[in-house]
């Protein structure tokens, strides 16, 4: 790795921090470690459990958390530690010997229909990624995911979204699905079985536009925005990705009380599920918090 950028996230138990990376550490899936003796196939977790507060260390596709013993503070420690960290990424060292593990588990890919008849979801008993990822066309892909790549290489694949254990294929016009979601269930099946990457690099958030084609600033995730991603988080998003899709806070202004959202996998370019959704996280976010909005207005991924 190189240019490896770490920042510091508190956590609700303050026994854990997190250390967010600009770049992806391990192909899917997450790892936890209690001990030394655990970390045989990660060499950066060995060193630190070295250090003598490390109680234990959870690693996932680009962030590394920390759980500390009571012996010291997190801000006594955590700029060492990130440091360390970043050293240790930016010399190219070995995060998690991901062949090494020899705990092969057998993997499954089920086809569901959704509520947009242009996408079908393909679940996966593998945890494919901790951030959600959308790539509308191939050059899109060929930055980041082989994966996505790979299955853009089937002509009639228009976007690839990919989630935590869920990958949604939109298509073009010229196929139904009936007649071709056995052929991307094989693929992607034995794609994933093989063990190849499936994100290399996370899309850089710059690349996120508004629907005037101008770049927004990332949202600042207090007051009302903070109580919005967490309705979002518990009541909208389990449900939408059942069906495929997902919700993506853009932002809250709070001088019109005006609330963006992006839809996307299943929920992207389905007029009828865009309007549902809209009505739906509308009125959900009026009730649970009065006076506080007016409106929601939802943008295709």
Request: aromatic share 8%; glycine share 4%; proline share 4%.
């Amino acid at each position: 790795m190189q240019d490896v950028k770490i920042t510091i996230q508190e956590t609700t138990n303050d026994t854990i921090i997190k250390f967010n990376i600009n770049q992806v550490l391990i192909n899917g899936g997450s790892y936890e470690y209690n001990n030394i003796d655990e970390a045989k196939n990660a060499p950066l977790v060995q060193q630190l459990f070295h250090l003598p507060f490390v109680k234990k260390v959870f690693i996932t596709a680009n962030f590394i958390a920390i759980q500390r013993f009571d012996i010291i503070a997190w801000k006594d420690v955590q700029e060492e530690v990130k440091e360390q960290i970043e050293n240790y990424l930016n010399d190219n060292g070995v995060v998690v010997n991901e062949s090494q593990n020899a705990n092969k588990e057998a993997i499954e890919v089920y086809a569901e229909v959704t509520p947009n008849p242009s996408v079908m979801k393909f679940g996966s008993n593998k945890s494919l990624t901790k951030t959600d990822v959308e790539y509308k066309n191939i050059e899109e892909a060929s930055k980041s995911s082989p994966l996505a790549f790979a299955i853009f290489n089937f002509s009639f694949v228009k976007e690839v979204f990919i989630s935590d254990n869920y990958i949604s294929v939109t298509k073009y016009d010229m196929v139904e699905w009936n007649d071709v979601f056995t052929e991307v269930r094989t693929f992607i099946r034995e794609y994933l079985v093989a063990g190849k990457t499936i994100i290399k690099e996370l899309p850089s958030e710059n690349d996120a536009v508004s629907e005037n084609n101008t770049k927004e600033p990332a949202p600042k995730l207090e007051g009302i925005s903070a109580e919005i991603v967490a309705i979002l988080d518990e009541y909208i998003k389990p449900a939408v990705a059942s069906d495929g899709g997902n919700i993506a806070f853009r932002s809250y202004d709070e001088t019109h009380k005006i609330v963006r959202v992006i839809l996307q996998g299943a929920c992207s370019g389905c007029p009828s599920s865009t309007a549902t959704l809209k009505n739906g996280i509308e009125n959900l976010l009026k009730e649970m918090l009065p006076n506080q909005i007016n409106e929601v207005i939802a943008i295709n991924g």
